[in-house]
């Protein structure tokens, strides 16, 4: 039952992984080292120098054994955030910099440190994309660990944590390490002040299917050991000491969510099928191999989006063929029996990927990114195109461009895939002959043209978050402009209409690999359409899969018909909305 000093205090944050849990709270300190930027005389520099480089030496021994207990304990699952760590510990830029700001400003370690810190913050908050930005934590938890040595701050283990019974973990920040740590039989759930949906922390904690509620700001000072906390991971809400009504309501919530989970699980190996026998493919969006055993357990047919970004980063240089080839070769073995479409790289030209640095530009958003860069740099992209053909020869391999904007484009894509293609021949290297391309919809230009790209191509896959942004010119990132990005606008119904209508003339598949595919109330829209697949995050294939069985293609196509006859998105919406609860209601629970 709920605390004794019943306030019922509620805070809003994040909600990073799914679920309701309620249980005690158990704060750890996980607060960030303060630093005093202190002047040193020039005869100081080379002991200074000599304080980072042993604090980073401990800070990777100390990584490598975290990392070696943990796969002695539990195998090799979701390692693979620990290497990206150690490759940040390894980057020449962060040893380089820091050892800069030491000779030259004549400051002390810690200072120096810290002053890397925010160039690289300041490198990734230009990133448009929100996963690629957030890659900036990684970056301050290795950082953080480094000070720690250096200021001779040690921090308990999160595995050295006494926890009596069952409780939810509360931390300013938690790391990856920690979440791999965590004993799901004693740590139900953990709260954080910082953190986002698509941190490697929050990440992780999805794929362990720990409820968690980040970006709280201040819940480490609202909170007290003991306090009784309900945390629901899906709407990103905490009650801090419920009164009986609340915590009597979210125990009924919580009994209700855990019965629908077991409900969902039903569908995972049923077929994605409307009523009328429409067969629809559903996959996921991935990054890493370890997503993989999440994706099959939840009835995922394949990979519609593997992201390559994640390679490039944090490295000394591009990654080389062979260091590609094994990565997308795990993946494809992770996967099998089903596809992987592997998308090319599609980043813009930011400084903190080595090799590939432009000028700054007045708007990356149009600037030199995704396939403008890698056309700029065909050396680099020869050498992914490479890897990727390697390893279709393992299993169903497609690959698709991001950003093509008209055909020259493309073809002169198809005509670099042809180079690697033919090397790969004189060199006697197996791959699949037959692999099928595609390219990414996500600008107005490709649209408009979808009928001479469907030429070109096998299949296509929609970006609709980069589809709407630029049709609707709103920077979803731009929180005064939030209510202005509209999935349901008219003009995006119409250039959705128009892409599955090209591509079925020309025979080829209508994919969607962007946000609209994951959110189960667009499910009857993008089936009316036309589409052929989509894919999505993991965890949300079985609630589309649920409501997709009790659809009927020929009513959602009558839906679409009439959806079409609005003349605002709220007129969409509220239309939609009511169709759902006249004949979808069970489905949405």
């Known amino acids: 039952m709920g605390s004794a000093k019943s306030n019922n205090r509620l805070l809003r944050g994040i909600g990073a992984s799914p679920g309701i849990t309620i249980g005690q709270v158990l704060i750890t300190d996980r607060s960030r080292v303060v630093v005093i930027e202190e002047r040193i005389a020039a005869g100081e520099i080379a002991a200074e120098v000599a304080r980072f480089k042993a604090a980073l030496a401990k800070a990777k021994a100390e990584l490598l054994h975290v990392k070696e207990d943990l796969a002695a304990r539990r195998g090799p699952e979701h390692l693979y955030v620990l290497d990206t760590h150690l490759l940040i510990l390894d980057d020449s830029m962060l040893t380089r910099e820091t050892v800069a700001f030491i000779e030259e400003e004549l400051i002390n370690a810690e200072a120096a440190l810290k002053r890397t810190l925010a160039r690289f913050k300041e490198f990734f908050a230009g990133i448009e994309d929100e996963y690629l930005r957030e890659r900036s934590g990684d970056v301050e938890i290795v950082v953080e660990r480094i000070l720690r040595h250096m200021v001779g701050q040690d921090q308990e283990s999160i595995t050295d944590v006494a926890v009596e019974g069952k409780a939810i973990i509360a931390a300013h920040d938690l790391s990856p390490a920690d979440i791999l740590q965590i004993d799901k039989e004693s740590v139900i759930g953990f709260v954080t002040d910082l953190g986002g949906k698509t941190s490697h922390s929050a990440i992780l904690a999805r794929a362990l299917e720990i409820p968690a509620v980040v970006g709280l700001e201040r819940v480490t000072g609202e909170l007290a050991n003991g306090d009784t906390l309900i945390i629901d991971g899906t709407t990103g809400i905490v009650v801090i000491n ?78 080389d063929e062979e260091t590609q080839y094994t990565a997308y070769a795990t993946m494809v073995k992770a996967m099998a029996p089903h596809p992987v479409t592997i998308r090319t790289l599609d980043v813009g030209g930011d400084k903190f990927i080595a090799d590939l640095n432009l000028a700054d530009e007045l ?75 595609g390219i990414m919809i996500e600008i107005p230009s490709a649209v408009i043209i979808a009928d001479l790209l469907a030429r070109e191509v096998d299949f296509f896959s929609v970006g609709t978050n980069d589809l709407i942004q630029y049709s609707l010119a709103i920077d979803r990132t731009n929180e005064h402009l939030s209510d202005l990005y509209e999935p349901l606008h008219p003009a995006v119904l119409r250039s959705l209409k128009m892409v599955v209508d090209a591509a079925h003339a020309a025979g080829i598949d209508a ?50 018909a009439r959806a079409f006859t609005f003349s605002t998105a709220q007129e969409v919406l509220s239309f939609l909305q009511s169709e759902i609860a006249a004949h979808y209601a069970d489905s949405f629970d």
């Open 242 to 319: 419920p009164d009986q009504e609340t915590f009597r309501d979210y125990l009924q919530r919580k009994q209700h969510y855990e019965y629908m989970e077991r409900e969902l699980q039903k569908y995972r190996d049923l077929p994605a099928e409307t009523t009328d026998g429409f067969r629809m493919r559903l996959k996921g969006n991935v990054e890493f191999p370890e997503e993989t055993p999440s994706l099959k357990g939840h009835g995922g047919e394949g990979i519609g989006l593997y992201r390559t970004e994640i390679l490039f980063f944090n490295c000394p240089a591009p990654p």
């Open 363 to 437: 708007n990356p958003a149009l600037g030199v990114r995704a396939i403008r860069l890698s056309l700029r740099r065909p050396d680099i992209f020869k050498v992914q195109l490479r890897a990727i053909l390697r390893a279709s020869a393992l299993g169903k391999v497609r690959m698709f461009f991001p950003m093509i904007s008209g055909v020259a484009e493309i073809r002169t894509v198809k005509a670099l895939l042809e180079e690697a293609k033919a090397e790969l021949r004189r060199e006697g290297v197996a791959f699949d002959e037959a692999i099928e391309i």
């Open 511 to 560: 994919c969607i690999c962007g946000e609209m595919a994951g959110e189960p109330e667009y499910l009857p829209i993008l089936l009316g359409l036309g589409f052929d697949e989509l894919s999505m995050n993991a965890i949300s294939i079985p609630r589309v899969k649920k409501i997709l069985r009790r659809c009927s293609r020929a009513e959602a196509e009558q839906l679409v």
